[in-house]
């Protein structure tokens, strides 16, 4: 059964589709325009009652929430394509661990730069430097951490490229391009080499030419 995957031109979508392509599962993408508001129809509330971004149906399954999505798919098929949940127990809880902090740390200040640059004028969003301010000091912050982390391991949960690294390409893609603060991974040693390492597999190029 091939897997449909709502909204592939934005962040979120796209890792779901890097998990797809890692594990070696088909699918097949489906538009989805935020700004024409395709996402608050009734056929797509039916599918994601919140409206937003991504939902994927496989077969009579319908699951939304990008971090979920990729969590059932490193799950289900464990053994097939990359194994992006490690091979131990204690792997698995490193690599939950830091996708709670890619979800609660590191996302909430990108996406604020990402909503305030690359978004200003559209959703009734309207550019506030303050906010962007406090919002790159907090994702600085972060950054710190990592650096500290990645010191001592190649990838974030261990020597092993897992869900929790899988999960910061999207955004962090738009942080290094169009948010135009790439200096903010470049000026840390270890960061900038597991960017550099995550940023160019094969799957994720991949995906940014389906999205073209």
């Known amino acids: 059964m091939?897997?449909?995957?709502?909204?592939?031109a934005y962040a979120s979508p796209k890792r779901v589709l890097l998990c797809l392509v890692e594990k070696e599962i088909e699918f097949e993408t489906v538009p989805v325009d935020l700004l024409a508001g395709e996402n608050?129809?009734?056929?797509?509330l039916k599918l994601q009652p919140f409206g937003s971004l991504p939902v994927i149906q496989d077969g009579d399954y319908t699951l939304f929430e990008s971090r979920a999505i990729i969590r059932y798919y490193a799950e289900k098929y464990k053994s097939q394509g990359t194994d992006l949940l490690g091979k131990t127990i204690e792997d698995q809880?490193?690599?939950?661990?830091?996708?709670?902090v890619e979800a609660h740390n590191y996302h909430p200040p990108l996406n604020n730069l990402v909503l305030h640059i690359m978004f200003n004028g559209h959703f009734g969003i309207v550019r506030n430097e303050q906010v962007i301010k406090e919002s790159e000091e907090k994702l600085g912050k972060v950054l710190d951490v990592y650096e500290d982390r990645l010191s001592k391991s190649k990838y974030l949960a261990g020597d092993f490229?897992?869900?929790a690294d899988l999960s910061?390409?999207?955004f962090t893609n738009y942080l290094v391009g169009p948010?135009?603060?790439g200096y903010m991974i470049k000026e840390r040693k270890h960061v900038s080499a597991w960017?550099?390492?995550?940023?160019?597999?094969?799957?994720?190029?991949?995906?940014?030419?389906i999205c073209k």
Do not use: A, C, M
């Open 2 to 8: 091939v897997v449909k995957v709502y909204g592939p």
């Open 40 to 44: 608050l129809t009734p056929d797509f």
């Open 93 to 100: 809880g490193l690599v939950n661990q830091w996708l709670e």
């Open 161 to 163: 490229f897992s869900l």
């Open 168 to 170: 910061h390409l999207p």
């Open 179 to 181: 948010v135009g603060k």
């Open 195 to 209: 960017w550099d390492d995550i940023s160019t597999r094969p799957s994720w190029l991949k995906v940014l030419e």
